[in-house]
């Protein structure tokens, strides 16, 4: 399995929106500056959370997006299938015609590999990573690295 940048995006952005969801509407210029994604490819990806019920757009000033459900019902498997990305490994993508129209020796193999990581993607909610110290610690270092720069301004 190979995921792209896309897939790894919209899980940083679900994040960003996950950990700021107490401060309202998230906006997508905000993701872009914090993580460094090109506003117009947080649009792109972003049409397709909405479409796939995962975020609410808010109008407005104040506006920007916020989770459509809570976190805690929204896992990374979620995320990175309403982006178009595929969890598997294999290379029939689950057809089972890899070998002139047969499965290929290591079919069962690839499938049990994709079925884990599956499982191990949609085991884990935004909730329950945000809440994770290691996540807790970033956030903290990225605050406070915020507020040096901005007291320097």
Not at 3 to 30: C, F, N, W
Not at 55 to 60: A, D, F
Not at 62 to 87: F, M, T
């Amino acid at each position: 399995m190979r995921l792209s940048t896309k897939g790894r995006y919209a899980v940083t952005a679900m994040l960003e929106i996950a950990m700021r969801q107490h401060e309202g509407p998230v906006t997508l210029a905000d993701i872009s500056n914090i993580q460094g994604i090109s506003n117009s490819y947080l649009e792109q990806l972003f049409a397709m959370l909405r479409k796939n019920g995962l975020v609410k757009g808010v109008r407005g000033p104040r506006g920007g997006y916020r989770l459509a459900r809570p976190a805690a019902e929204i896992s990374i498997a979620d995320i990175i299938l309403a982006v178009d990305e595929k969890i598997e490994t294999m290379r029939c993508e689950g057809r089972g015609d890899c070998d002139n129209g047969r499965p290929c020796l290591t079919h069962e193999l690839w499938k049990e590999l994709s079925d884990q990581l599956y499982d191990f993607l949609n085991g884990i909610t935004l909730a329950e990573y945000v809440e994770r110290p290691a996540v807790k610690e970033l956030v903290a270092q990225r605050e406070q690295e915020q507020a040096r720069t901005s007291g320097a301004a």
